[in-house]
C-alpha cells in the first residue's frame, strides 16, 4: 500500500511544489491550506505523515495540540535554536529551503518507514 502524506501549507506555489516532490519519490499526496482543513483531512484519510510549512507548525504549538502521527517541517529558518526547538516540539526531522526531491526522499523513507514511526490509528482529528 502506497504510503500517504499529508501537505500543509497557505502558500500554494510551495504546496504545490513540495506535492510535485512527494509524488515523484513514489508517495500520495494530500493537501490542505489551512490548518481546519488540514484537520478534516487528516480525519478522513488518516494520512502516514504530515509536512508543513513552519508557521502552521507554530500554530500547533501556540494551541498544544498533541501530535499522533510524524509531522515533518520545511522552512527558510536555519538557525540551530529554532530548529532545536521545533524537533523538541514534536517534529521528527526539519527541512530547510531550497529542497530538492532528493531531500524529500531521504527524510519520508526514513520516517515512513521505521518501526518506530509506524503509522497508529487516529482515533480522533490528526491534531
Given at each position: ?7 500543509v ?5 510551495y504546496?504545490?511544489?513540495m506535492?510535485s516532490?512527494?509524488?515523484r519519490?513514489g508517495y ?18 488518516q494520512?502516514?505523515l504530515?509536512?508543513?510549512a ?9 494551541h498544544q ?12 529558518q ?11 516540539n514534536g517534529?521528527?526531522a526539519?527541512l ?5 526531491s ?10 515512513l518507514?521505521?518501526?518506530?514511526n ?7 482529528p490528526?491534531?
Open positions: 500500500m502506497i504510503k500517504k502524506v499529508l501537505l501549507d497557505s502558500n500554494p506555489e504546496r504545490h511544489a506535492a516532490a512527494v509524488r519519490v500520495d499526496v494530500i493537501q490542505a491550506q489551512a490548518i481546519a482543513e488540514a484537520i478534516e483531512r487528516s480525519a478522513n484519510d494520512p502516514d504530515v509536512m508543513m513552519d508557521e502552521v507548525a507554530a500554530w500547533l504549538k501556540a495540540f498533541p501530535i499522533r502521527i510524524p509531522i515533518v517541517i520545511y522552512t527558510a536555519q538557525t540551530a535554536a529554532w530548529m532545536d526547538e521545533a524537533l523538541s517534529a521528527v526539519i530547510t529551503k531550497p529542497i530538492s532528493a531531500d524529500v526522499g531521504d527524510v519520508l523513507r526514513k520516517h518507514h521505521s518501526s518506530r509506524r503509522p497508529r490509528p487516529i482515533p480522533s490528526l491534531l
